[in-house]
């Protein structure tokens, strides 16, 4: 009784109870870690499984590069004919800004001779409207300098506001 006191435990279990449930707790503890990890990669799959898997895998990683080269395309096309004329006034600024869910992706391709723009800036503008950014890229193309940012609501049920961001990076930008 002295030695409970002495720790600061005044419940009425006893030492060895305590010890007891603190360890039932410490190995339920390791079970629940255990199930939640996925040990899947402990097993040997039978080889045309893992050929389907390996297969499924490059046709995904395949749609996403034709995805991408697509998305550079339209994000540069109409760029060419600005290039060839040279003239900083014609290259104005292109700002996209997609919304899926509680995801938000930012696409900013402004001309080197326009304002000086921070990463730092726009990634203000995203923490300010209540979103973590999940992926900054700052991409210098010849007399471009391409911005890409995609970001995650910090609250998914409130979301993020697409046009307050876009208001906010045009006056950052003007």
């Known amino acids: 009784m002295e030695r409970e006191k002495e720790i600061g435990e005044g419940s009425s279990l006893s030492l060895r109870e305590k010890r007891n449930l603190r360890e039932k707790e410490r190995r339920m503890q390791k ?29 995904q990683l395949k749609e996403k590069v034709t995805y991408l080269k697509e998305k550079k395309k339209t994000l540069l096309e109409g760029e060419v004919g600005c290039r060839s004329e040279r003239s900083s006034s014609s290259l104005l600024p292109k700002l996209s800004i997609h919304s899926r869910g509680s995801i938000i992706e930012m696409n900013l391709i ?3 001779n326009m304002k000086r723009l921070t990463l730092h800036e726009l990634l203000g503008v995203f923490e300010e409207e ?17 911005y890409t940012i995609i970001a995650q609501a910090i609250i998914s049920r409130i ?15 003007f």
């Not at 209540?130 to 391409?146: C, I, P």
């Not at 979301?159 to 876009?166: A, K, L, N, Q, V």
Request: with cysteine; proline share 5%.
């Open 31 to 59: 079970k629940n870690r255990y199930v939640t990890c996925d040990f899947s990669w402990h097993r040997q799959l039978p080889v045309p499984q893992l050929i389907d898997q390996a297969t499924s895998y490059m046709i």
């Open 159 to 173: 979301g993020i506001d697409p046009s307050r961001i876009e208001k906010r990076v045009r006056d950052i930008i």
């Open 130 to 146: 209540g979103a973590q950014v999940m992926s900054a890229n700052l991409q210098n193309l010849n007399d471009r300098t391409a």
């Open 110 to 112: 402004i001309s080197v």
